[in-house]
């Protein structure tokens, strides 16, 4: 399974960006798609998921960031409004994909850099 990430960038304090993220190889099917996120120095912290349209997001970006997910494109999206200084990280998508034996593998794509300078 590949997950590709695209929509980082440059944006200034107060601005907005979107991700995405899309799922391609061989499953059945993906349970959770998420999005994490590591800082400059930091450990890679939870953004947000979402499962069977449940979603689950970090306090600090509760009210800012929305993640919504196309189950049939395998796709999941991460709108991001009113960013801070210190939403800046590189972006990694995450996924559980169903395979072979109906197990579950998880899935990391490569990440894609979010910058929120002025």
């Known amino acids: 399974v590949q997950l590709q990430a695209s929509g980082g960038g440059l944006v200034q304090p107060g601005g907005f960006l979107k991700l995405s993220c899309a799922a391609s190889?061989?499953?059945?099917?993906?349970?959770?798609m998420g999005w994490f996120r590591q800082g400059p120095g930091n450990k890679r912290e939870l953004v947000a998921t979402?499962?069977?349209?449940?979603?689950n997001y970090a306090d600090s970006v509760k009210g800012r960031f929305t993640i919504s997910r196309d189950n049939a494109a395998n796709t999941v999206d991460l709108q991001m409004n009113s960013l801070k200084l210190e939403d800046t990280a590189v972006y990694y998508c995450?996924?559980?994909?169903?395979?072979?034996?109906?197990?579950?593998?998880?899935?990391w794509g490569q990440g894609t850099l979010v910058t929120v300078s002025s």
């Open positions: 995450r996924a559980d994909a169903i395979q072979r034996f109906q197990r579950s593998y998880r899935y």
């Open positions: 979402i499962t069977n349209g449940v979603t």
């Open positions: 190889g061989r499953f059945f099917s993906i349970n959770e």
